[in-house]
Structure formats: structure tokens, C-alpha cells
């Protein structure tokens, strides 16, 4: 089986190539013309598409075809004081170009929407929020003309004092959708609240695909045994045009075992590995460490002596 790994939004290797520069609202508030606060966002957002373009070009040299891009691309994107600025169309070109090299280059895009996008909220507002952001993304790959197979991957969000009532509101809210935003969800297991088969039985329910973190699950798991449920997490992708994805961090230490290490402990995901040879089929990882593009080719370069594996290239192995 072939399995290919990416790594999320920036890297520690290009300098100064950050995606994702802003400006807070009191110093945007601060401008006092309108024009020149159109201005300074319209050069932001250029300044984060040329680096996100740069960041595919690190990609293409090193075989990295996985990658996730800033939430952040647009500066202050969905807040209300860009309302007057028509962003979608002043940097559609950049976008549309960006788009083209990541389909003439065979790029998996995702992105991944803030905490705060909580779909099974019981607040209104927030729920409204929640979907404005959504389509925010939706905008974005709209316009770089990716079809439904570029992903945004949320979280079932909060329990606010009853689990099962969360998930029936998820449920009912995510069912009241419009099918353009459905088409790109798929959904994540947390470290916290809802385990591996929570989401799964979600997914199953709503026929989503199903992102097994398995950081997440060594945090947040009722007992349950992962290896049981691979099947079935890696089956809710059936229907997709590409093959599962995982999601994968180490433990920074004992103490703060939430927060995500530097690097990927080579043995841990070994062994988590392991663990699927019986599946036989392939699949994608998104690295989520600290050092992003360095913890992907540390691990890669941590399993080289793996008798089992064989490196077709630079990011992706078989097994």
C-alpha cells in the first residue's frame, strides 16, 4: 500500500515565507480612509498567496503532494469591518493561478476552520458564525477552481452539558446545510469530548469522511481499541475520488500530553502503522508537529532503516 505525507500551512525551511500575515482590528481600525485600509489588506493577501505559492513550489521539489493551507490566507477574511472589501475578486486572479498548479501538479489541498466553527452549537449566532466561515473556505476554493475532493476538516465542537443532545444537534444542523458546504466537510475526532467512534458513528450516520487523528485518540478514547475500528473509518472514503487520510502528532511530554511535540516519535507511529498492513490499502498522513516540513522529512529520514518499507520518494513510502 503507498502512503504519502504532508504537513500543515507553513514551513520551518523557506525564510520569511509566512502565509498567514494580518492585521488586528484596532490597527486596521486606525486607517482612517477607506481606500487605504483596502489597501494595506489587498497587499496582506498578496503577500500570503505569493508565499502559499512559493510553499507549493517547496512542495513540487520534495514529492510533498499533501498540504493544508492557512485559514488565514485572507486577512480578517469573514470579520465585518472588510465588509466593503470585494477580496474574493481583487485577489481572485492569484487564487485561480494558484489553483491551476495545484491541480496540474496533483496537490491534495485541505484546510482546517478555527475551533470557534462549531456547528452543533446551541447559540444561534454562533452557529451563523460558524457557517459564514465555512463558506469563506468554500470561496477560496471555489475560485482556485477545486472541486469537492479539497476538504475542510472541523470538529463535532462542544457537549455543553449533554453529549448525545451535541450530537443530535449536530446532526440536524448539518442535515439543514446547503450541499456545496456538505460536500467539503469531513470530520475529526478531538482530544477531549468526542472519540474515534463518536465520529464514526457520526460519519456513518451522515455518510462523511472520517479523519482519524490518532493523537486525538491516545488522548481521548473511552478504552476503545483503534485497530478495531480502522475498517470502518478508512470504508466511510469509499465514495470519495481520494484514498483515506490520518492525521498524526507525537506528545509533547507526560505532563502536557495534549500539546503537540516538535517531531513525530518514529517508534509511536510505527507502530501505528503496524496496525493498518492488514488493511492493505492506501493511504494519506498530515503531520501535524511543531517543526512542520522538518518534523516530515526527520520522520522520513527516522524510518529509512525500516527493513519493511519502501521509499518511492522524498514524502510517500509503501508498505
Not at 494519506?284 to 517543526?291: L, P, R, S, T
Request: glycine fraction near 4%; charge should be neutral; charged fraction near 25%.
Amino acid at each position: 500500500m503507498k502512503i504519502r505525507f504532508g504537513y500543515v500551512a507553513m514551513s520551518m525551511i523557506l525564510e520569511d515565507c509566512s502565509p498567514s500575515k494580518t492585521i488586528t482590528v484596532a490597527n486596521l481600525s486606525k486607517i482612517d480612509e477607506e481606500a487605504a485600509r483596502v489597501n494595506k489588506l489587498t497587499s496582506l493577501a498578496n503577500i500570503n498567496l505569493t508565499n502559499t505559492q512559493r510553499l507549493l513550489y517547496h512542495n513540487q521539489v520534495h514529492d510533498i503532494k499533501v498540504f493544508r493551507i492557512t485559514s488565514k490566507l485572507v486577512p480578517l477574511g469573514t470579520h465585518p469591518i472588510t465588509q466593503n472589501w470585494d477580496w474574493l475578486n481583487t485577489v481572485g486572479d492569484k487564487l485561480e493561478l494558484l489553483g491551476l498548479y495545484v491541480k496540474n501538479n496533483g496537490f491534495r489541498i485541505s484546510a482546517h476552520p478555527d475551533h470557534y466553527t462549531l456547528l452543533n452549537s446551541p447559540k444561534e449566532e454562533v452557529f451563523e458564525k460558524s457557517i459564514e466561515d465555512l463558506e469563506y473556505h468554500c470561496k477560496i476554493f471555489n475560485r482556485m477552481g477545486l472541486d469537492s475532493s479539497a476538504k475542510l476538516v472541523i470538529h463535532v465542537g462542544g457537549c455543553y452539558g449533554d453529549k448525545i443532545s451535541s450530537i443530535q444537534r449536530f446532526i440536524n444542523n448539518y442535515n439543514d446545510l446547503p450541499q456545496h458546504l456538505k460536500n467539503r466537510i469531513i470530520l475529526e475526532n478531538d482530544d477531549k469530548i468526542y472519540t474515534a467512534r463518536d465520529v464514526l458513528n457520526i460519519c456513518q450516520h451522515l455518510g462523511i469522511p472520517m479523519v482519524l487523528d490518532i493523537h486525538h485518540h491516545w488522548c481521548n478514547n473511552n478504552n476503545d481499541d483503534i485497530k478495531g475500528y480502522l475498517p470502518a473509518i478508512f470504508d466511510t472514503w469509499t465514495h470519495q475520488t481520494l484514498v483515506p487520510k490520518i492525521h498524526v502528532s507525537s506528545p509533547k511530554d507526560d505532563k502536557k500530553f495534549r500539546s503537540h511535540a516538535d517531531n513525530i516519535d518514529p517508534v509511536l507511529f510505527l507502530d501505528f502503522l503496524r496496525m493498518t498492513k492488514n488493511l492493505n490499502k492506501d493511504f494519506d498522513v498530515m503531520i501535524e508537529a511543531k517543526n512542520k516540513d522538518l518534523a516530515l522529512f526527520k520522520l522520513m529520514n527516522d524510518l529509512r532503516n525500516i527493513p519493511e518499507l519502501h521509499f518511492t520518494n522524498e514524502a510517500s513510502i509503501e508498505y
